[in-house]
């Protein structure tokens, strides 16, 4: 059982930063892929960005490419996502998930982020 917490979001004007985080609980975080997904308003959910266990390899979604960047320290069972320029079509709901073999298992319950223009 992993149990996640996502925390970092906030109210950001257009062009700003903010860092999320995603905490992990237990002590087989290093052997999960992580990913970071968004829940806009009205819309389903959407992948943004994975990173593998050991951090070597990443994906994103072209839409935050050049942008966002994840990162994971699996000494402190931590992965984060800095997002840099954010724009108004970023606000959503961001959830960080767990998972093995390309299926997510364990969701944490989102942190909000709002851009505004």
């Known amino acids: 059982q992993v149990q996640l917490v996502e925390s970092g979001g906030g109210l950001v004007q257009a062009g700003g930063s903010l860092r999320l985080s995603c905490a992990a609980s237990g002590r087989t975080f290093s052997s999960y892929a992580m990913g970071w997904f968004r829940r806009a308003p009205g819309k389903s959910r959407e992948f943004v960005v994975q990173?593998?266990?050991?951090?070597?390899?990443?994906s994103y979604a072209n839409s935050v490419k050049g942008r966002f960047t994840i990162s994971r320290d699996n000494a402190k069972n931590t992965v984060y996502l800095q997002m840099n320029s954010l724009q108004p079509d970023d606000t959503a709901v961001y959830y960080c998930?767990?998972?093995?073999?390309?299926?997510?298992?364990?969701w944490g319950q989102g942190t909000q982020v709002t851009v505004s223009s």
């Open positions: 990173i593998s266990t050991s951090g070597e390899s990443t």
């Open positions: 998930a767990a998972g093995r073999n390309g299926h997510y298992i364990y």
